[in-house]
Every structure is written in structure tokens, then in C-alpha cells.
């Protein structure tokens, strides 16, 4: 991607910024990608809803696979499952493995979605939800104020990324442990360069405490 202000972003760039910044770096700037067992999860549940159509459930349109955009943000992908309800109800439905639990890159994704889907059908979205595979249950998610803001906001930060064509740094934390990315990216390798380099610069500057 070459980060022009014409170039789309894709929505699950802002579920990968959410999560680590470097991790977001090394997918879409440097198109950087390499499986493991999560990576591997999260690809067989989305299996489920990979095939583009729809059916009826109850009086309820549910399309798998719909293509999404936002042409006032700049955005593009797909939502697993949107349910259109007879009351007028659009309803985003995003799947990931693991059990019921609240990540706030998965509900930036959701509500990026719902953005998409407000400007695509000129309709409210004001919920929507996270299908949690392996405890099969759903968790409904309030596109609230603050996630729209969030979603302007991250992507214009990764607008910003994409244009510098600068990798931001790694964490090098807890998240490292399960990023699929681990070995491409190096955390501690590049942290410890980092920690080097401003004990280099204490060492050289005349300006910085000496405790001898």
C-alpha cells in the first residue's frame, strides 16, 4: 500500500493498529504476514462466513460476506454478517474465535464497519455485535461517540503511517507472546537497539548527570 490520500484503508487495519501499532506497520505498510495457531483459529471461523450470499431467518436478510466502504473516510472491506431486520434494522455481526470477552480492537472494527454501512445505506447503525466462536455467544456492542471518534481518529493515524512509510516501534510486551508477526518483527532485538542507542546519546552528551 502506498499510504496516498487516495488509497482506501482497509477495515481491519484499524483491528490491527488497536492492537499493536508495529503489528499494523509490518501488515500494511510492509505487507508482512505469517500464520500461527490464533491466525490459523480466526481463519477457520471466518471460513463460516467467507462465501459472499444471504438467506431468511425469521423475516431477517442476513448476507454473509458484504462488501463495505466508506468513501468520506476512506475505507474498505467486508463485514462477516450484516442482518437486515423488516423494522430497518442494520444490524454488522463480526466473528472471531475465543471466548465472550470485551477487546476494544474488535469493537473499533465492528463500529468502523457500522460507519461504512451509515454511509453506504444512508441508515442508522446505532449496534451491533461480536459472535465469540468458541463460547458461541454474541456480545452486542453500542456504536457509541467515543468508538466514531476512535475511528476517525485511528485512521487517520494509520493514513499518517502509510504516507511516512515509517514502521513504528514495537511493543514488546504481553502481546508479543501470541502475534503471529513475532519472529518478522523482533521486539526485543529492536527495543534493545533502542535502549543502546539512548544510553549512547547519555554517554555522549555533555549536557546529561553523571553519577561519577
Not at 57 to 63: D, I, L, R, S, T
Not at 143 to 167: K, S, W
Not at 189 to 208: I, S, T, Y
Request: hydrophobic share 40%.
Amino acid at each position: 500500500m502506498t499510504g496516498g490520500m487516495d488509497d482506501p484503508i482497509s477495515l481491519s487495519a484499524l483491528q490491527h493498529w488497536a492492537y499493536c501499532t508495529r503489528q499494523c506497520g509490518l501488515i500494511h505498510l510492509e505487507q508482512a504476514f505469517a500464520d500461527n495457531i490464533h491466525t490459523a483459529r480466526g481463519q477457520a471461523v471466518h471460513h463460516l462466513v467467507d462465501e459472499p450470499g444471504y438467506e431468511m431467518k425469521a423475516g431477517v436478510k442476513v448476507e454473509r460476506a458484504l462488501p463495505l466502504w466508506s468513501d468520506r473516510l476512506g475505507l474498505i472491506g467486508k463485514a462477516d454478517l450484516v442482518e437486515f431486520h423488516p423494522d430497518g434494522t442494520v444490524f454488522p455481526v463480526e466473528f472471531k474465535h475465543g471466548r465472550k470477552r470485551q477487546k476494544v480492537h474488535d469493537d473499533l472494527q465492528l463500529a468502523a464497519q457500522a460507519l461504512c454501512l451509515e454511509e453506504m445505506l444512508g441508515r442508522p447503525v446505532p449496534n451491533g455485535a461480536i459472535y465469540h466462536a468458541s463460547s458461541r455467544r454474541r456480545r452486542e456492542v453500542a456504536i457509541t461517540p467515543e468508538l466514531r471518534r476512535l475511528v476517525e481518529e485511528t485512521t487517520a493515524a494509520i493514513r499518517q503511517m502509510l504516507q511516512a512509510g515509517t514502521l513504528p516501534p514495537p511493543a514488546n510486551d504481553a502481546r508479543c507472546r501470541e502475534c503471529s508477526l513475532k519472529d518478522i518483527c523482533q521486539p526485543e532485538a529492536v527495543a534493545g537497539k533502542g535502549r543502546q542507542a539512548a544510553l549512547r546519546g547519555e554517554l555522549f552528551n555533555p549536557e546529561a548527570p553523571r553519577d561519577f
